[in-house]
């Protein structure tokens, strides 16, 4: 079993849906973060949590520490929001935070027009 | 500032060969990470720096694979004697040192060997 692990897999969307990614993990944490990779490969930081919810124009973003769980939320969905969105975890180690990121697989959200 | 930027983009090279990619971090980041990335599937850490020192590295890492950052600017990767299991995206990742201080990413070298 992954130590992170993210629904759906695959997500397809008509333009202006409202969108929802979700990510459970399975241990400790010092932080969360939301990543989005375009074809090609680059990779861009979305948000960073350690606890409650963040907001960035269309994107919103939520932890329930004590679930272990995470939601990514895209409001107004557009086609350019077709993408790769990841979600990693910082893990606690011992009493000092992990130094390395551990990935979910992704989740491939296509939205049409 | 140009953020992280990874050379070359792309390398395609026989099995048997080696190779060696290129990371620049941004500037005043003393962390620098190494990833790679297969299809389908997340990234995989592979090795991490802090300033010129190797602090840690994944057990995926075989003795195939060393990678340096000498002057604790610039990070190398190589891979000695590829084999067709080593094709992936290696990504390159850096932050500045405080605690759960955000990554940034370049771009990546996708690797294909033959």
């Known amino acids: 079993k992954n130590e992170v692990e993210q629904s759906p897999q695959n997500l397809t969307a008509q333009e202006g849906e409202f969108i929802t990614i979700n990510c459970s993990y399975s241990v400790g944490i010092s932080a969360l973060h939301w990543l989005q990779q375009h074809p090609g490969g680059g990779i861009v930081s979305l948000f960073m949590l350690s606890s409650g919810k963040k907001k960035h124009g269309r994107l919103i973003a939520t932890i329930n520490i004590q679930e272990k769980h995470s939601s990514l939320h895209i409001t107004a969905s557009h086609p350019r929001d077709s993408a790769v969105y990841i979600c990693a975890v910082r893990m606690v180690r011992g009493e000092t935070s992990g130094s390395r990121l551990t990935f979910g697989e992704g989740t491939q959200l296509t939205v049409n027009p | 500032d140009t953020g992280v930027s990874q050379d070359p983009r792309h390398k395609i090279t026989k099995r048997g060969q080696n190779v060696t990619f290129r990371c620049d971090p941004i500037?005043?980041?003393?962390?620098l990470y190494w990833y790679r990335q297969t299809l389908g599937q997340g990234p995989e850490f592979l090795t991490y720096f802090q300033n010129e020192a190797q602090l840690e590295k994944s057990r995926l890492l075989s003795d195939r694979f060393s990678a340096e950052r000498p002057k604790g600017s610039f990070s190398t990767l190589e891979i000695q004697r590829t084999e067709q299991g080593d094709s992936a995206m290696y990504l390159c990742?850096?932050?500045?040192?405080?605690?759960?201080?955000?990554?940034?990413f370049g771009n990546g070298t996708r690797l294909t060997v033959t």
């Open positions: 990742a850096s932050s500045w040192g405080f605690r759960n201080s955000p990554l940034h």
């Open positions: 500037s005043e980041h003393n962390r």
